[in-house]
């Protein structure tokens, strides 16, 4: 490749330009003659010198039209020359050398990353000007792809060498050195004092991770554009615990002497811990001063204690700011200033500007394309008329969420005058119907078969219509139901529900009942939402009317264990009590909230019928999130169940049965062991009168949509003969991973691996037999309710 040169001297002849330094006169243009160029316009040439024929230049002219005709960076070298000086003026020749174009760019020693892709990053085209700009930035371009992957010993080079099919073009080469990947084995914290531990700290990054042996799987790679983002993290753990003024000086890559592994040195000045000296609040006419100091007392925003960026701000928005919108005062300004006093006190003065009410005009609702529109606006706690409520608001987009229609709610407030605002609500529609024909596998029933339909939204009126069929082995299933959520427009929920179910002992049937049975029955049900305690309560009521004919009994003893009269045909008619609190953000991915159900059933006496029995179950479930995308899940589960009466017929669905994962609906889950199989201590009987479980996972969300998480859980259950046998030592306790995805018309899917540590037993006529040893199960779930 040619050397570069560039020179702002002249070559002057005949004496004249040496007149023009000398003197600096301004001499008349006789002709100018350009000369060397061969793609480049003469005119352009011409006009970029300032070099007009019959008109008058000075030297600096000149050089300034030099320097221009550089910054086209399409000329390496530039000569002005004065052929001679004529009474016309002076005869003046331009003579340029232009770059060389393009001809094929080509790349050798890439073995990361194909031709194809390199080229997308340096963005060289063919018959492009070739300049050492332009190599510069490509090679700059190539070494920035690699270390992004992680090849921080890269080195790009660059040849040139004349086209052979073209004069004047060039065959440009990269000739890279890709080396090795290197990961960053350790993060190093350099700080004045150790204040936190450096597992901490390197918690903060998000983005730049150190390899470690147990996660061999990380790409571990340093990228220095992600670093930013993590040393803005890295500096907001240290000012939320009162260090203000921490910065980061500097930071180093140390690799080895093998060029594989780096080390990351991050060099921290903390500074010094603030804490507040004196907090004053002004402007405040609707609220006491007083007030709004007692709040921020109660969350450690008072003199003498650190403070904390991220919490001072959450307090001044949930203590001040909330409660002014909470109240129609959509535009007060709440405006902290914080000044230094000393070198780790701190004076604040939070400025409120209260401004005046606003009221609601009109809620409008855009994106319900299938969802008829009072479907959404009946969910509305925030009406047109209503003083603006941000907390109303939040609830409003909660509820619309829980209808489980739509994959996002998006509130929006659009000012229309000083006193009014509009509320838009965008949704985002979703599939959340399952239509069904299929085949499939359980754990309990083995090969299965069916066909159905469940319409949780008909017609987009927000009722709810099922029917289904199923057929496995020994077991026939029908039912048809319908809901209507909203009562003459009031938020009564009205359903019912017809069924016919039979179940048979077959050759090929993966579970064993002590007995075949038949049953069909009707149930009706009412609920309603509660004001009281809060406006999560909700209740429902229902009556249920069975007709069931046990026969085929193969174990006479455990039939008539719940069946004491040995009656084989009988009604069983209950009536059923549930009482919850459900405060979940979302319904198929809850970050946060909780869920209480009570269930009370009582069958038999008023109600006639032989089967008599009292049965009473209580689940708890809490949301709690750690991080971003990750939450912490607990369930608690209780039941009891005694008969009572003349009969005191308990049905076997009726009692508790505990193992595997969802497999039949009265079967409580417990992963790592089989469906069903866990038995009350000292019992053969896989069925039990009282039971215990407890659960916790925690969940990290994937994709949002369609939900998609994989979780860690670890749990412990066990049922008992009787409420006062109840031991926690005896519960059986199991741990794994799974995950779930929801899928449009099909439901919740999803798989456990669970391992079960306890070793199951009972006392036998011959002394102990053991039916579970420790070890893993493998279970599947399919439309688990969320």
Not at 450 to 457: A, L, P, Q
Request: glycine share 8%; net charge neutral; charged share 25%.
């Amino acid at each position: 490749m040619k050397k570069f040169t560039r020179s702002l001297l002249l070559t002057l002849a005949i004496g004249l330009f040496g007149i023009l330094f000398a003197q600096q006169q301004t001499m008349r243009i006789a002709s100018v003659t350009v000369m060397g160029n061969e793609t480049a316009s003469e005119r352009i040439i011409k006009l970029s010198m300032g070099l007009i024929e019959g008109g008058s230049v000075t030297s600096t002219d000149i050089q300034n039209g030099i320097k221009k005709l550089y910054n086209l960076r399409l000329f390496s070298d530039i000569n002005v020359l004065a052929t001679q000086e004529t009474d016309a003026g002076v005869h003046v020749v331009v003579r340029v050398t232009e770059y060389p174009r393009m001809n094929d760019v080509n790349f050798e020693g890439n073995a990361k990353f194909k031709d194809e892709k390199l080229l997308e990053e340096i963005s060289i085209i063919r018959g492009q000007v070739f300049t050492p700009h332009l190599v510069n930035k490509a090679k700059l371009a190539i070494e920035k792809k690699y270390k992004e992957a992680g090849f921080y010993n890269v080195f790009v080079d660059v040849t040139a060498e004349p086209a052979e099919t073209e004069e004047g073009r060039v065959d440009i080469t990269f000739l890279i050195e890709e080396g090795q990947r290197v990961f960053i084995d350790e993060i190093r914290f350099n700080t004045k004092e150790e204040l936190f531990k450096p597992w901490r700290l390197r918690w903060q990054l998000k983005d730049t991770k150190q390899r470690d042996w147990y996660t061999f799987f990380r790409p571990a790679k340093f990228d220095p554009e992600k670093f930013l983002d993590d040393k803005n993290k890295l500096l907001q753990f240290f000012r939320d615990r009162g260090y203000r003024d921490a910065r980061v000086l500097s930071e180093e890559v140390v690799l080895d002497s093998l060029g594989k592994k780096m080390v990351l040195v991050v060099n921290i000045d903390e500074g010094p811990q603030y804490s507040y000296r004196k907090i004053v609040i002004e402007g405040p006419e609707v609220y006491p001063e007083g007030y709004f100091l007692k709040s921020l007392e109660l969350v450690g925003i008072k003199k003498g204690e650190p403070f904390k960026e991220k919490y001072f701000e959450m307090a001044v928005d949930s203590k001040i700011r909330s409660l002014y919108m909470d109240t129609g005062y959509l535009y007060t300004q709440v405006k902290p200033e914080i000044t230094p006093v000393g070198t780790d006190s701190l004076d604040v003065v939070i400025k409120v500007e209260e401004n005046h009410k606003v009221s609601v005009r009109r809620i409008n609702f855009s994106g319900n394309t299938r969802t008829r529109e009072y479907v959404i606006r009946r969910e509305m706690k925030l009406m047109p008329g209503d003083v603006f409520n941000r907390e109303k608001l939040i609830r409003s987009q909660r509820e619309i969420f829980m209808l489980n229609y739509f994959a996002d709610v998006v509130p929006d407030i659009v000012p229309v005058d000083d006193e009014t605002i509009d509320v838009e609500i965008t949704v985002e529609e979703k599939s959340s119907d399952r239509a069904n024909a299929s085949i499939g596998y359980s754990e309990y029933d083995g090969l299965t078969g069916s066909i159905g339909v469940d319409i949780n939204n008909l017609g987009g009126r927000g009722q709810q219509l099922s029917v289904s069929y199923q057929k496995s082995a020994g077991t026939d299933y029908v039912s048809l139901g319908f809901t209507e959520p909203w009562l003459f427009g009031r938020p009564n929920t009205v359903g019912t529900n017809v069924y016919y179910s039979k179940r048979e002992l077959t050759d090929y049937s993966y579970y064993y009942e002590p007995y075949d049975r038949k049953t069909i029955g009707i149930t009706s049900h009412f609920g309603r939402r509660f004001r009281w305690p809060d406006s999560y309560f909700s209740g429902s009521w229902a009556l249920t009317f069975a007709y069931k004919e046990y026969y085929n009994v193969r174990d006479e003893d455990y039939f008539l264990e719940y069946n004491p009269s040995g009656i084989r045909k009988l009604w069983g008619n209950s009536f059923t009590q549930i009482v919850s609190r459900d405060s979940r953000d979302k319904p198929e991915f809850p970050t946060m909230g909780s869920r209480f159900v009570w269930n009370s059933q009582l069958s038999g006496g008023i109600f006639g019928g032989k089967e008599q029995f009292v049965k009473s179950r209580i689940t708890f479930d809490t949301y709690t999130p750690v991080i971003d995308k990750v939450v912490f899940y607990q369930n608690f589960d209780f039941g009891v169940v005694a008969p009572y009466g003349q009969y005191g017929v308990i049905p076997y669905d009726k009692l508790f049965h505990l193992g595997g994962a969802n497999a039949m609906s009265y079967i409580t889950p417990l992963r790592g062991y089989e469906d069903g199989s866990i038995c009350p201590p000292n019992s053969s009987y896989e069925s039990g009168n009282a039971m215990l479980k407890y659960s916790c996972e925690v969940r990290v969300l994937l994709s949002p949509n369609p939900t998609l998480y994989v979780l860690a859980f670890a749990e412990a259950g066990r049922i008992w003969d009787d409420l006062r046998d109840i031991k926690i030592p005896e519960m059986a306790r199991s741990a794994g991973i799974g995950a779930r995805v929801y899928m449009p018309m099909m439901g919740m899917l999803g798989v456990d691996f669970g391992y079960g540590f306890d070793e199951l037993y009972y006392y036998g006529s011959g002394g102990k037999v053991t039916y579970k040893s420790p070890g893993w199960e493998t279970h599947f779930v399919f439309g688990m309710p969320f």
